[in-house]
């Protein structure tokens, strides 16, 4: 199986998760892309969906879901994303596709995250994928020099602007062995607005296609 056909199987597997749950949160990326095809068939049961891209919310809309806006719907039940790395703690980096701060607001205001991915992604320590980390512009050098001092090497996603009009930066040579910790440390530096390490609030459950098996924890 290709990878395409892998993230596929793990977004049809994650199905019954969205069942009779009438608004969900939708995360990013080529995983989730096919999640929401999959929706389309279910649009009929669904409410609406909170969406943590711009990407994610036109391709909502493209299969008839409508997008709602989280300050209307408060508490959601379950929210559904991929990943770009996951231990076995469920800990996660994620913001390869630029949406981590509002996947991380999503995630934070639901009761069940429910995380879907490919067997590649799976590590037994986090940061062999460089950590995204989104920055103010104007803090983008000072921020990157604080990164240096953390041991990392940070590199500017250069024609990335985010969402929310800000830049990445991509942080190499982590070997991230307290993701905690690390977390409030970044999201400490001023001028950071998100860091894409999903470790205080991990995922509630795993879904990982490994060939023609389906592995969750
Ligand atoms: C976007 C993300 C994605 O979930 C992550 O990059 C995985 O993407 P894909 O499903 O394309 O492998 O965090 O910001």
Redesign the pocket.
Request: no cysteine; glycine share 32%.
């Given at each position: 199986m290709t990878q395409d056909e892998l993230?596929q199987k793990v977004a049809h597997a994650a199905l019954p998760y969205v069942k009779n749950v009438g608004i969900i949160g939708i995360?990013?990326?080529?995983?989730?892309r096919h999640f929401i095809d999959y929706l389309a068939d279910f649009k009929a049961d669904i409410e609406g969906a909170v969406s943590s891209s711009e990407a994610s919310s036109e391709h909502l809309r493209k299969v008839g879901i409508p997008v709602l806006d989280l300050n209307a719907v408060g508490t959601l039940e379950v929210y559904v994303?991929?990943?770009?790395e996951i231990n076995p703690l469920k800990q996660l980096i994620?913001?390869?596709?630029?949406?981590?701060t509002r996947?991380k607001i999503i995630a934070a205001a639901s009761k069940q995250f429910v995380c879907i991915a490919d067997g590649s992604k799976r590590v037994d320590v986090l940061g062999a994928f460089p950590l995204p980390v989104e920055v103010i512009p104007m803090a983008r050098s000072y921020v990157a020099r604080e990164l240096v001092k953390l041991g990392g090497q940070p590199v500017w996603r250069e024609n990335c602007v985010t969402d929310n009009h800000n830049h990445i930066l991509d942080v190499h040579n982590l070997n991230i062995v307290e993701p905690i910790k690390l977390e409030q440390i970044i999201n400490n530096i001023t001028g950071v607005v998100c860091v894409g390490l999903f470790a205080a609030r991990p995922a509630d459950v795993v879904l990982v296609s490994n060939g023609e098996e389906i592995l969750t924890f």
């Open positions: 993230k995360g990013t990326g080529s995983t989730v994303d991929g990943a770009d994620k913001g390869g596709g630029a949406a981590l996947e």
